[in-house]
C-alpha cells in the first residue's frame, strides 16, 4: 500500500472530509475546553453535562423533526437548565454544587430514556452516545464551525482571567475578577461544545475529544499555554488517525479515534518523564509533584 | 391509547355475552410488533382482545419493556413475539412477568422453506420476516392454530377469518409481483440503512446493500461506507432509501456525494403511525413497493 493509499485516498470521499473537519474543528474548542475542565476539576461534571442533554433533544426531534438549529436548541436548553439548575440549588440549599449536578444529571437522562423508549422518534440511544462522525452535514459542519471559532476567541480574548480564575479564583477574585461569571461562563461553553458535537459524534466521543487530550497535555506540561497547544494538537492529531484506522481496519470510526486518543493517554500516563507512572514506580512511594 | 381499546374490547365482549348468554372472555393476548397485532385482530376478530406493546414507529429492536407492558405480559394467555432474536428483551420479559401464558415466537417457527438462513460467518438470522409475503401467509396461519388451541370453540370462526385475511395478502402478493415486475432486473438493488429488507429481496431478485448491519443498533464503518459510495457510482444505482425509525443521517450523506435520488421513506420495523398512509400492512407494503419501484426505475 502507497503512502498515497494509506493517507490521501480515503480523504477522496466527501464524508470523510466532513467528519475530519468537523472532528478537527471540535478538537481544536474541546482541547482548550478539557485543559480548564480537567485543571479546575471539572472532568466528571463534563460526563455528567452531556448525559443531561438527551430529553432536549428528544423532545427537539418530536417538536420540529430532525432539523439540526432544533436538536442544537433542544440540547442548549436542557444543559443549561442542568448547569444553571445546580448553580442555584448549591446556592439556595444546604446541597452542594457536585451534588446537585450528579443528582439533576440523572434526572434528566431518566427523563431522556424515557423520552426516546416510548415516543416515535428517530433517536436512539447509540446514536446519541456514540453518534456518527460519517453521518456530519452541511449544517452541522457550519454549528461546529462556528462553535469552534467562538470558544477559540473567548480564549484568546479572556486568557487571563481564565488563567486566574483557573489557578488562583481567590486571587482572581480580590483583584476584581468576575470569578461567577468566568465559571458561568465555563459551564455555557461546555454545553455549546457539547451539543455541537454531539450531532455528529455522540457525547462520548465528544467527551474523549475534550477530556483525553487535555488529561494526556497535562502530564508533559507545566506551562498553561502549552499544556493548551498540546490538548489542541492531540485532539486533532488524535482524530486524523482514529478516522484512518476506522476507514484501513473497519472499526466503528467514532470508537476508533477515542481509542487512538486513548493510547495516547495511555503513553503519557506510563512514559511521561516527570509525572508517569514508571517514574513513580522508581521513586518509590514519593509521589509526583503537582503542575 | 391502550386502556380505551381495551375497554372497547371488553365493552364488545360483554354485548357479545349479553347476546349469547354465558361465555366464555376474550383471548387476552399480546404481541410485540404492529404486524403481529394486525394479524391477531384478523384472525381473533371478537374472540381475542389484542395489546401491542410497541407502538409504531417505535423502533423494535431497542425498545424497552416499562411496568405496564410486563403487567399485560403478566396477564396475557398468548404472547406473539417476531422471534428470530428481533426482540432481545423477550426471555428477561415474559421471566420476569412470571406469565403462564404461551408465548409464541412466530419467527422461529416458521418453516426451514420460507425462512432465510442465517448471515454466513456472523450465525445472526435476519428478523424481519414480515417482508415477505410467504412468511405472512405461514405467520396467519401460525397465529390461527394457536388462538385454535387456547378457545377451541371459537376454532372456525378463527379459520374462516385467517382465509380472508390470507385471500388479501395473495392479493397484495400478486399486486406487488406485477408492480416490480416493471424493474428491469439489473436495477433491483436496494441500499438501505440497517439491513432489514433481506427476505424482501430474497422474494423478489433484489441485492441489499444497508449502510449497517440487522439491528439498527449496529454502527456503520468508513471503509464499508465508501465501499457502497464505489458501488453505486460502478452499478449506477439510482435511489437510496432511509427508514421510518433509523437516523437519516448516513443515507443522506450518501445522496449528497454521489447525487442519487433519495426514495421516499420506507418502512422497515413495523407499521406506520395514525395518518402516516401506512398504518396497515396493506397499505405499509404498498407504500414500500412504490416507493422503491418508483425511486429505481426513474432515470
Not at chain 1, 442555584?88 to 452542594?96: N, P
Not at chain 2, 403462564?100 to 450465525?123: N, Q, T, W
Not at chain 2, 445472526?124 to 401460525?142: G, N, Q
Request: glycine share 10%; charged share 15%; with cysteine.
Amino acid at each position: 500500500m502507497s503512502v498515497h493509499d494509506l493517507l490521501l485516498a480515503p480523504f477522496s470521499y466527501e464524508f470523510m472530509r466532513r467528519g475530519l473537519l468537523s472532528a478537527v474543528l471540535l478538537g481544536a474548542s474541546g482541547g482548550l475546553l478539557g485543559c480548564v475542565l480537567v485543571l479546575r476539576r471539572l472532568a466528571l461534571m463534563g460526563d455528567a453535562l452531556s448525559h443531561s442533554l438527551l430529553p432536549g433533544v428528544a423532545v427537539a426531534w418530536l417538536l420540529f423533526g430532525t432539523s439540526t438549529s432544533a436538536l442544537f436548541f433542544g440540547g442548549l436548553v436542557a444543559g443549561l437548565l442542568t448547569a444553571l439548575g445546580s448553580a442555584l440549588l448549591s446556592r439556595l440549599t444546604r446541597v452542594k454544587e457536585d451534588a446537585a449536578f450528579g443528582s439533576l444529571f440523572i434526572v434528566f437522562f431518566g427523563m431522556g430514556v424515557a423520552l426516546i423508549s416510548k415516543l416515535p422518534t428517530r433517536i436512539n440511544l447509540a446514536d446519541f452516545l456514540f453518534g456518527n462522525v460519517l453521518g456530519v452535514g452541511a449544517s452541522d459542519l457550519r454549528l461546529a464551525g462556528a462553535v469552534s471559532a467562538g470558544t477559540v476567541a473567548l480564549f484568546a480574548i479572556f486568557y487571563r482571567s481564565i488563567l486566574l480564575e483557573t489557578f488562583d479564583p481567590v486571587f482572581h477574585r480580590a483583584t476584581g475578577g468576575r470569578g461567577g461569571l468566568v465559571h458561568l461562563g465555563f459551564l455555557t461553553l461546555t454545553v455549546l461544545n457539547l451539543v455541537a458535537a454531539m450531532q455528529t459524534m455522540g457525547i462520548v466521543l465528544a467527551l474523549g475529544l475534550f477530556l483525553l487530550p487535555a488529561v494526556s497535555a497535562y502530564l508533559w506540561c507545566d506551562r498553561f499555554i502549552s499544556m493548551l497547544l498540546l490538548s489542541v494538537g492531540l485532539a486533532i492529531g488524535g482524530s486524523v488517525v482514529g478516522i484512518l484506522v476506522s476507514f484501513h481496519a473497519g472499526l466503528a470510526s467514532g470508537a476508533s479515534i477515542v481509542l487512538c486518543l486513548g493510547a495516547a493517554f495511555l503513553v503519557s500516563v506510563l512514559f511521561s518523564p516527570r509525572y508517569g507512572a514508571l517514574r513513580g514506580l522508581r521513586l518509590g512511594s514519593a509521589r509526583p509533584p503537582a503542575a | 391509547m391502550r386502556m380505551p381499546r381495551l375497554l372497547a374490547a371488553l365493552g364488545l365482549a360483554a354485548a357479545a355475552c349479553g347476546a349469547q348468554g354465558a361465555q366464555t372472555p376474550p383471548l387476552r393476548v399480546v404481541t410485540l410488533t404492529t404486524v403481529l397485532s394486525e394479524i391477531a385482530r384478523e384472525v381473533g376478530g371478537s374472540h381475542v382482545s389484542v395489546v401491542g406493546l410497541v407502538q409504531p414507529g417505535v423502533d423494535p429492536h431497542t425498545f424497552n419493556p416499562s411496568p405496564a407492558d410486563i403487567r399485560a405480559v403478566a396477564d396475557a394467555e398468548v404472547v406473539l413475539a417476531s422471534g428470530l432474536s428481533l426482540e432481545a428483551y423477550l426471555d428477561r420479559l415474559v421471566a420476569g412477568s412470571g406469565s403462564s401464558g404461551r408465548v409464541v415466537a412466530v419467527g422461529d417457527a416458521l418453516p426451514e422453506a420460507v425462512a432465510m438462513a442465517g448471515v454466513p460467518g456472523a450465525g445472526e438470522r435476519d428478523p424481519h420476516w414480515w417482508h415477505s409475503l410467504d412468511c405472512m401467509l405461514i405467520a396467519t396461519d401460525i397465529v390461527r392454530a394457536e388462538f385454535a388451541k387456547a378457545r377451541p370453540a371459537a376454532a372456525a370462526d378463527f379459520s374462516a377469518n385467517a382465509e380472508a385475511y390470507q385471500a388479501r395478502l395473495r392479493g397484495l402478493k400478486a399486486w406487488a409481483a406485477a408492480e416490480i415486475g416493471r424493474l428491469p432486473p439489473n436495477r433491483r438493488h436496494l441500499v438501505t440503512s440497517h439491513d432489514a429488507f433481506g427476505y424482501f429481496a430474497r422474494d423478489y431478485g433484489f441485492e441489499v446493500h444497508a449502510i449497517s448491519g440487522l439491528s439498527t443498533d449496529s454502527e456503520a464503518d468508513a471503509r464499508h461506507l465508501a465501499g457502497l459510495i464505489d458501488l453505486i457510482r460502478r452499478e449506477r444505482i439510482p435511489a437510496v432509501f432511509a427508514e421510518d425509525s433509523a437516523n437519516p443521517r448516513l443515507v443522506e450523506n450518501l445522496v449528497r456525494e454521489t447525487g442519487v435520488r433519495l426514495g421516499a421513506t420506507l418502512y422497515a420495523d413495523g407499521l406506520g403511525p395514525p395518518g402516516s398512509g401506512a398504518e396497515t400492512y396493506d397499505s405499509m407494503y404498498r407504500h414500500n413497493v412504490r416507493a422503491i419501484v418508483d425511486a429505481l426505475s426513474a432515470r
